[in-house]
């Protein structure tokens, strides 16, 4: 196996959307280089990651000289981002993931919350609609990107290439092979521009977040929310949990009307919190939650200890967000820490 590490001297990107949900987080970028679409049938030959540190980007890439080395050089890139809080991918919910679950099996079973770019693209922007597909290098270049490309060559050009290095061993054609991938890497940091092109609040309530919390490592997110629903009566939200998943359940939180459901054995999580529905409005009652949530009192839709969720059946995305990565940290750093 060999290790190939780089610095570019470029900013992190950020916005205040950004910061909302991943602020103090470490991230990622993720892309992986295999030799066919199954994991059943194919290998893991090459991992890139990208990872923001000290003001600039560090791209450290994981190259199996052979397919002998295939499960030593994904330990080593698995090892890499054990403490990595979000990976970005591309398409990675879809393909990578999998993929690295697939070959790695029970050593791939606790991986950071996975923003996928592609899904944000096709579901929650306006790109579909001019755009002739959604290829990360077709994206890249309808946001002015394509310049700082080098690589020319595609996924699966790269798997046959690598074939060929294989019996080859030709130093040309490994360099061609790492320069499709770092170049993937560089450009999907730079790619994360499009968030602000995309409805990034509603993709949220959809696709999920991850949540820290102080008392268990500075912030580090120990929850990753999955699912966020108002039902009839309830707004409910579940998800699942990493680093030192905790065993607890209440119906009442000290006084307050809602329910909770932490299981440790299947690293899950669940909670239903009553709301109010008249007029057309979903409300919450902050009062009756006992919490004070002053970040929440800049929206218009919080007045008077009342957080309006729901408008005539238009969800208020970004409101909805917000509380519940409050009320969860809440429920982490005070009542979980005191019954561990």
Request: net charge neutral; aromatic share 12%.
């Amino acid at each position: 196996m060999e290790y190939i590490t780089d610095y570019i001297t470029e900013s992190p990107y950020t916005s205040r959307a950004f910061q909302l949900y991943f602020g103090g987080m470490k991230i990622s970028v993720l892309d992986i280089e295999t030799t066919g679409l199954s994991p059943k049938h194919s290998s893991f030959v090459l991992g890139g990651l990208l990872t923001p540190e000290s003001g600039a980007l560090k791209a450290e890439q994981f190259f199996a000289e052979d397919l002998s080395q295939e499960q030593e050089t994904l330990q080593a890139f698995l090892d890499a981002f054990s403490e990595t809080d979000v990976l970005i991918t591309y398409n990675g919910r879809h393909f990578d993931i999998p993929f690295i679950k697939g070959r790695a099996g029970q050593k791939a079973d606790d991986l950071p919350f996975n923003l996928d770019l592609y899904l944000l693209v096709k579901q929650y922007a306006p790109f579909r609609k001019f755009l002739p597909n959604l290829k990360q290098k077709t994206v890249e270049n309808f946001l002015g990107l394509w310049q700082d490309r080098k690589d020319e060559i595609s996924g699966k050009e790269s798997v046959e290439l690598y074939y060929q290095y294989l019996s080859r061993k030709d130093p040309e054609i490994k360099e061609t092979i790492l320069l499709h991938n770092y170049d993937d890497i560089l450009q999907l940091h730079r790619l994360l521009r499009v968030l602000e092109k995309t409805d990034l609040h509603r993709a949220m309530f959809h696709m999920g977040f991850p949540v820290g919390s102080q008392a268990f490592s500075q912030t580090r997110p120990v929850l990753a929310v999955e699912k966020i629903s108002l039902t009839q009566g309830f707004l409910e939200i579940t998800g699942r949990q990493r680093r030192r998943p905790a065993e607890y359940r209440r119906y009442e939180l000290e006084g307050i009307p809602c329910s909770a459901h932490f299981s440790r054995s299947r690293k899950t999580f669940s909670l239903a919190l009553p709301v109010i529905r008249q007029s057309g409005l979903t409300v919450l009652d902050l009062k009756a939650l006992r919490m004070e949530f002053p970040p929440l009192e800049k929206y218009p839709s919080c007045q008077q200890g009342f957080l309006i969720l729901e408008e005539q059946k238009e969800k208020h995305y970004l409101e909805i967000n917000h509380f519940t990565k409050l009320f969860l940290e809440r429920i982490l750093n005070q009542w979980i820490t005191k019954n561990q």
